[in-house]
């Protein structure tokens, strides 16, 4: 009962907008909104061709490799960031600045140093996905509870234990919350990186549809990005269960009472 | 002393691009030297079209950040508070937030054709998930003695989220309004790039077809000036915000 | 806090607030000019159009012209499909590709077409000055950057490649922007460019050289790119339309006789140098639509499987 409960709310609003979709849009004569059923129809031809392995899973190995470095990168730079305040008050001005370029405008910059291959689009995601998860282990180291780490000094816990067990446990939340951020990130990054340079890709494939004019496969490409985003949430999310039982088994317990 | 270290992170970093170009590593006419850069900065300043263009991009920025605000504050607080409404709209989220704000540009161009407008409705369009999800993330994280301290004291709906939602949303509405300005800016100047709307995208558009490539480096420089100042504004204003939380009140012992 | 947040909120509602919108043109009203929006990219192609704004020739037939830069066709074509243009430039195989879509545009005019002059246009093949590439059929199998696909580069180059003798299949296209392509040349990431003005003068300055002129492989007088408006608009308003169409004309043909004019205007609307503009090759603006080109054009770009199917050149240009 409980599970049936979970789908229809899980359903309930898609369902609804889809349908409202596939009415409003069922009569329409304009060019760059074509009805719902003749984008659904362009879907099967369009992605489960060839195109799912020229296109389709080059892009998602890209958003891979990108969103794991800027995982590590992030998590590693935030931590030193956020334990030391001096470092952060040297490096955040220039982070921030490098932050407000415009990736239309920083890729052709990376593509001096990086080329024009597969480095370049993961370098480009890197540089996008990084931020999140940079920003928010700041943020979450910052926010240790004072009488833990105290704890940690009186039994005189420090190096390698010290790190993982308290910051990065403590910080943990918060990491997760910039790692679900870039995830988003990282496939508007896909995107943009196939633009440029790019002969094959899922983004490549979809702008050359707006380019070709054929406007129900890029809808169709569209609609591929939102559901390539609800999988990689779900999956996330069992990742996330997984990680943070400590923390949601304490919330959760803490709720009953 | 932050202020004397900030500075010395931004010299620091100049000089390694003064430096990079003049030994070769990249060539010259791709990416000029810091000083070249500096010089053709000091021309763009002084031309009307530059603040013109500086004054479209700070508009459609600004606004289309307070839009995305108050939005994702509005929304993040009802569908939060709300256990049923959460539930029913997280796939719903989950479907649209990744959709590029770029694939929209079509749509956008469609409607409002090349003006201010398009690139706000891309602005607002990337920068609200990004206020939602973590005021979502801020609401749900509502300690749960204070909750049950708040309903034994019949604290009714209006005062429950004033003294008890909001606080402990607060923080994460901060992070989300700082995320939110940097994805607005990078957005504003990306849709003035692509569509052409007035702003500085748009001068950095005509500087690379034009091979000015001092010039657009020089328009880029100023668009990484904007982004530290907006962060230094959010900082300051976050900390006057949130003095009494524990983050901002205490930073750990390294 | 709450003071500090009061404030907060305060600041940011007066500053959306003190932010005006802006509001879309206003229909023309009678006795007034009627207003014209045209979509433009701002490359030495349009000169025409802004020399001819700059002389009155579209004043003179009550139009107010508003020249819209944008970063190309892909922003152009959807604002002059909804009516926020009035009229729009574009590369013409997009508009040959859009017409095989039904896309619902109509060519109306002329925009520039290439010199003819095989070595001495606006536009080239290029390559790295030290290369070993020395005729287009060594480009067989080699990397070539185009600034978007799907355009009139993919074409014009494999006739090139024909011609010489080598396999037009086998080359390879890059989607790269103008911008980044001398660097890309540079530092051998492609094997070869196609650049127009003013970047076939960057890539001179960088030691690189032309192999082949692509468009006079393709066909005698080229045209390259063409002004185009809705099928909506021509219904509703044939006579605005007719109009354009003249100035247009007569705003190519002063181009065409006046270059030093036109190489004057090219320095309002762009940031190129003026030592770059004095020695560029600019294009050739005649007034009337070279059609046996186009169908030339069109029956290249179909052999090269760009469209899928034969362009109907009577639906696309101007009867």
């Known amino acids: 009962m409980i599970a049936l409960n979970r789908i229809f709310l899980l359903l309930a609003l898609p369902v609804a907008l889809f349908a409202g979709w596939w009415f409003a849009s069922a009569g329409s004569t304009d060019f760059y909104v074509p009805p719902l059923a003749t984008i659904l129809a362009a879907f099967d031809d369009t992605w489960f061709g060839p195109r799912l392995t020229t296109d389709v899973l080059p892009s998602m190995g890209r958003l891979g490799l990108g969103y794991a470095l800027a995982l590590l990168a992030g998590v590693a730079l935030g931590v030193a960031i956020g334990l030391r305040r001096a470092l952060r008050a040297l490096l955040e001005p220039v982070l921030e600045f490098l932050r407000a370029v415009p990736p239309p405008v920083l890729v052709p910059i990376l593509m001096l140093f990086a080329g024009i291959g597969n480095g370049m689009k993961v370098l480009v995601i890197v540089s996008g996905c990084v931020w999140p998860v940079l920003l928010n282990t700041v943020e979450g180291v910052r926010a240790i509870d004072g009488v833990l780490a105290d704890t940690c000094r009186s039994y005189r816990i420090g190096g390698r234990l010290r790190m993982w067990h308290l910051v990065l446990r403590s910080a943990s939340p918060q990491i997760v919350t910039g790692a679900r951020q870039a995830l988003s990130v990282g496939i508007i990054l896909m995107v943009i990186s196939e633009m440029f340079a790019a002969n094959s890709g899922l983004g490549f494939s979809i702008v050359q549809f707006q380019r070709g004019f054929q406007i129900p496969e890029m809808w169709s490409g569209v609609l591929l990005l939102g559901l390539l985003g609800v999988v990689l949430s779900l999956l996330f999310r069992i990742v996330e269960h997984r990680v943070l039982a400590w923390y949601h088994g304490i919330r959760a317990v803490e709720r009953q009472r | ?254 | 806090m709450r003071r500090n947040l009061a404030a907060l909120l305060f600041a940011t509602s007066l500053l959306a607030a003190a932010c005006g919108s802006n509001t879309p043109a206003a229909p023309s009203t009678p006795g007034q000019p009627d207003k014209v929006a045209v979509g433009v990219i701002p490359i030495l192609d349009v000169a025409p159009i802004y020399l001819g704004n700059q002389k009155g020739f579209f004043k003179n037939r009550n139009m107010e012209l508003k020249l819209e830069p944008a970063q190309g066709g892909a922003a152009i074509v959807p604002a002059v499909v909804s009516g926020q243009y009035q009229f729009g430039v574009s590369n013409v195989v997009s508009l040959l590709l859009g017409q095989t879509r039904n896309v619902p545009v109509k060519i109306v005019c002329n925009g520039d077409n290439s010199t003819g002059v095989d070595g001495q246009d606006f536009a080239a093949l290029m390559v790295k000055g030290d290369s070993p590439i020395k005729s287009p059929k060594q480009l067989a199998g080699k990397k070539v950057a185009a600034n978007t696909l799907k355009n009139i580069v993919e074409p014009v180059v494999r006739e090139s490649v024909r011609k010489d003798g080598g396999d037009p299949a086998s080359v390879q296209f890059v989607e790269l922007a103008f911008p980044q392509q001398p660097a890309a040349l540079q530092s051998g990431q492609v094997d070869a460019v196609f650049v127009v003005e003013p970047f076939q003068q960057t890539v001179l300055a960088q030691g690189g050289r032309k192999i082949a002129s692509s468009y006079v492989d393709a066909a005698p007088n080229l045209m390259v790119a063409g002004y185009f408006t809705s099928t909506q608009l021509l219904g509703q308003n044939p006579d605005l339309v007719k109009r354009f169409t003249e100035a247009m004309k007569e705003s190519l043909a002063y181009a065409d006789a006046h270059p030093d004019e036109a190489r004057q205007i090219i320095t309002t609307y762009t940031q190129i140098a003026p030592d770059v503009i004095a020695k560029m090759t600019l294009p050739k603006w005649p007034q009337e639509i070279n059609r046996a080109a186009l169908q030339k054009l069109a029956d290249l770009a179909l052999q090269d499987k760009l469209l899928e199917k034969p362009v109907d050149l009577n639906a696309l240009l101007p009867s």
């Open chain 2, 1 to 254: 002393m932050t202020l004397g270290l900030g500075l010395a992170g931004l010299v620091g970093f100049a000089v390694l691009l003064e430096l990079v170009p003049r030994l070769g590593l990249v060539s010259d006419q791709f990416l000029p030297p810091t000083s070249r850069i500096l010089s053709t900065l000091a021309d763009v300043v002084g031309e009307d079209r530059f603040w013109v263009a500086l004054l479209d991009t700070l508009r459609t920025w600004a606004l289309g950040l307070a839009i995305a605000v108050v939005a994702g504050v509005a929304l993040g607080v009802m569908i939060g508070a709300v256990p049923v409404l959460r539930a029913a709209t997280a796939s719903t989220i989950e479907f649209l937030r990744p959709i590029p704000s770029v694939a929209l540009i079509p749509l956008a161009v469609l409607l409002y054709g090349s003006t201010i407008t398009s690139t706000l409705i891309l602005v607002v369009y990337a920068s609200f998930w990004q206020v939602l999800v973590q005021v979502l993330h801020g609401v749900a994280d509502v300690d749960p003695v204070a909750r049950d301290t708040a309903r034994s004291y019949r604290l009714g709906q209006w005062a429950t989220v004033r003294y008890l939602v909001w606080p402990t949303a607060l923080p994460y509405a901060a992070t989300g309004v700082r995320l939110a300005a940097s994805v607005a800016l990078i957005l504003t100047i990306t849709g003035e790039l692509v569509i052409g709307s007035p702003g500085l995208g748009k001068e950095i558009a005509v500087a690379q077809e034009s091979v000015a490539v001092p010039r657009m480096y020089a328009l880029v420089l100023v668009t990484g000036l904007i982004g530290v100042a907006a962060n230094l504004i959010t900082r300051t204003a976050e900390r006057r915000v949130l003095a009494w939380h524990p983050s901002v009140r205490q930073e750990v012992p390294a």
